[in-house]
C-alpha cells in the first residue's frame, strides 16, 4: 500500500505558525518531524517559512534555502575534523557549536580499533542527538550499527551550498541536475544536509563539471536543469 502524506499543504508554502497536522487524527501512525517544525500538544506547527516536503514513509519537514545549518537527528552531514580528544573528535558541521563524534561511534568500534584522524579529514556522519543548548552527536554508523556510506571520505572536491540545494539533491526521485549527470557521466556524491557536497571522479574535468553543474542547477525548474547539464557536458 503506498504511503501518502496525511496534509494537502505538502510542496505548498508555509510560515512560521502554520498548524500543518493535527496528531488527533493520525491514530496509529507514527511521524518523524525534521526541521522546521515542531509539536504542540496534537498540532504539528512550523517554526520557520519554506515549502512543507514529505518523504515516505512517514517524515515531514521544513524546506528553505539558507546558509546556516540546524542540526537534526537523522541528518547526513558532512563534517570537518577540528580536533581529537580521547572519547571525541570534535567536528564542523557548519551548525551554532561544534559536534562530537565519539571515537566508537564507528562500526565494530572498540578501544584497540580507534580510528585516527588528522585535523581536516572530511567525514561524511549521521546526526544522532540534536538537544538544544548541547553540542550535537554524530556517528559513522547507520540504524544497525554498519557503517553503510558513513566514514571518512577521501580525495575528491567539496563545496559549500545552501541547506535547500542539498534537500533538492537528496529528493526522491532522482533531481533532474543529478539524472542528467548520471546518464552521461561516472562520479561518486555524498551530499551533507548541512550544507556540503563532496564529488570524485577518476577524472578533475569531470569532477569539476558535476560541481558546477550542481551549484548552477538552485534556481532553475527541472527542464532548465537538463538543458544546462546538457550545454556542459557538450564542452568535453
Known sequence: METKPATNLVDQLVCPGDVVLDLSTMTNQTIKLGGGLRQDCDAISVTKAGRLRFSKPNKYWVESSQKRYVPHVEDSVLGIVVDSRSDNFHVDIKGP???FLPVLAFEGGTRRNIPKFEAGTLIYARVVKANPGMNPELSCTDDTGKAAEFGA??????????TGLSRMLLSSPTCPVLETLGK?????????LNGRVWVNSSSPSTTIIVANAIMNSESLSGVQQKIMVEKLLQRI
Open 184 to 192: 552521461k557521466l561516472s562520479f561518486e556524491i555524498a551530499v551533507g
Open 153 to 162: 571520505l577521501k580525495d575528491g572536491y567539496m563545496f559549500e551550498c545552501s
Open 97 to 99: 557549536a561544534l559536534a
